[in-house]
């Protein structure tokens, strides 16, 4: 609260400069920065933690290198398309956007890599901020990945599922996603791409709200999901005990646990508490802490490591 009404203090003091008062009556500029500074606070994540680092908190692997996540001509391309399924799960029809990889054929088969979004996004929002496209095409090219379809979902699973209003208020909604995504996703996947089944064939990752649900999701059914990433993972992720019942089982069955965070970002002790119980009780994960913060800088980078080290 304080730090909306310096920014509304701020912001008016601003507007005055250049909305002389002779012009607008007072009371219109004050009500026009009011209004502009609550929707800038509904829209943006509310991220008020403060980062205390400690010496584990580095990076695992080193940054991608320059150029990653630039189109390239010379190589081939995957393909990117838009699809339409029914959700009994929700009662609407909802969409995924899916990348199928180079030298794509329906007389081969599959894994899948879920690839969860932001509480400001949906299915598109990885395309909005960086060309994930791009950044798999350069791996194909560079062989550095095994061929698979990446399935972006939109994690908002109610029927109103587009990223408007108060986005805070459709939290839960991340929660129901895993219904749609077992019931609902994966059978219309089986149906419909040339798929691999199974948990060795299932990934799940995503950032910030979608890394919470991925952790949600992915440990908790490990019949379905063996490669598992949390990318500055939010509030959303459950708390560790209820992640993780039983340790020794998902350390048997895990066979990628990947968190990341940036190390200027204010949910990183999620990633911190979780790394810790995970070294004390032995499961086997990557914690890299990359250079940066809540953003897509970060996550970009992400992708580009985990995918590389998933279904091999
Ligand atoms: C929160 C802070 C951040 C929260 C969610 C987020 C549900 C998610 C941020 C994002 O997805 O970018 O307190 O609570």
């Given at each position: 609260?304080?730090?909306i009404s310096?920014k509304?203090n701020v912001m008016y003091s601003?507007?005055?400069?250049?909305t002389?008062?002779?012009?607008y009556p007072?009371?219109?500029?004050?009500?026009l920065?009011l209004?502009?500074?609550?929707?800038?606070?509904a829209q943006q994540?509310?991220i008020?933690r403060?980062?205390?680092l400690g010496?584990?908190?580095?990076?695992?692997?080193?940054h991608a290198?320059?150029?990653?996540?630039?189109?390239?001509q010379n190589?081939q391309h995957?393909k990117?398309d838009t699809?339409?399924?029914?959700s009994k799960s929700v009662g609407?029809k909802?969409?995924?956007?899916?990348?199928t990889p180079?030298?794509?054929?329906a007389?081969?088969?599959?894994?899948?890599l879920?690839?969860?979004?932001?509480i400001g996004?949906?299915?598109?929002?990885?395309?909005?901020y960086t060309?994930?496209?791009?950044?798999?095409?350069?791996l194909y090219a560079?062989?550095k990945?095994?061929?698979?379809i990446?399935?972006?979902?939109?994690?908002?699973?109610?029927p109103?599922?587009r990223p408007?209003g108060?986005?805070y208020?459709?939290a839960p909604a991340f929660g129901n996603?895993?219904?749609?995504?077992?019931?609902?996703?994966?059978?219309f996947m089986e149906a419909?791409?040339p798929?691999?089944?199974?948990?060795?064939n299932h990934a799940?990752?995503?950032?910030?709200?979608?890394g919470?649900?991925?952790?949600?999701i992915?440990l908790?059914?490990m019949?379905?999901?063996?490669?598992v990433?949390?990318?500055?993972?939010?509030?959303n992720?459950?708390?560790?005990?209820?992640?993780?019942?039983n340790?020794a089982e998902?350390?048997?069955?895990?066979?990628?646990?990947?968190?990341?965070?940036?190390d200027?970002?204010?949910?990183i002790s999620i990633?911190?508490?979780?790394?810790v119980?995970?070294?004390?009780n032995?499961?086997p994960?990557?914690?890299?802490?990359n250079?940066?913060?809540h953003n897509?800088?970060?996550?970009?980078n992400?992708?580009?490591l985990y995918s590389?080290r998933?279904f091999k």
């Amino acid at each position: 609260m304080k730090l909306i009404s310096i920014k509304i203090n701020v912001m008016y003091s601003e507007m005055k400069k250049y909305t002389a008062p002779r012009h607008y009556p007072t009371w219109l500029v004050f009500a026009l920065c009011l209004l502009l500074a609550s929707s800038l606070s509904a829209q943006q994540p509310r991220i008020p933690r403060t980062i205390v680092l400690g010496p584990g908190d580095t990076a695992a692997f080193p940054h991608a290198p320059i150029g990653f996540d630039v189109r390239q001509q010379n190589i081939q391309h995957g393909k990117t398309d838009t699809v339409t399924y029914f959700s009994k799960s929700v009662g609407t029809k909802r969409k995924l956007v899916i990348y199928t990889p180079p030298g794509y054929s329906a007389k081969k088969k599959y894994p899948i890599l879920f690839l969860t979004h932001g509480i400001g996004g949906d299915e598109k929002e990885w395309y909005k901020y960086t060309a994930p496209d791009a950044i798999l095409d350069n791996l194909y090219a560079a062989k550095k990945i095994v061929p698979m379809i990446v399935v972006f979902p939109n994690g908002r699973a109610q029927p109103d599922d587009r990223p408007t209003g108060n986005i805070y208020a459709s939290a839960p909604a991340f929660g129901n996603f895993e219904k749609d995504l077992l019931n609902d996703i994966i059978p219309f996947m089986e149906a419909n791409y040339p798929v691999k089944t199974g948990r060795l064939n299932h990934a799940i990752a995503g950032f910030s709200m979608g890394g919470g649900q991925s952790l949600n999701i992915g440990l908790k059914n490990m019949d379905k999901f063996a490669w598992v990433g949390g990318f500055s993972s939010a509030p959303n992720t459950k708390p560790i005990t209820e992640l993780i019942t039983n340790p020794a089982e998902t350390a048997s069955k895990i066979k990628l646990l990947y968190l990341s965070c940036g190390d200027k970002d204010g949910l990183i002790s999620i990633g911190q508490s979780l790394h810790v119980y995970l070294q004390q009780n032995k499961v086997p994960h990557i914690w890299q802490v990359n250079a940066g913060g809540h953003n897509m800088d970060v996550w970009v980078n992400d992708l580009y490591l985990y995918s590389q080290r998933i279904f091999k």
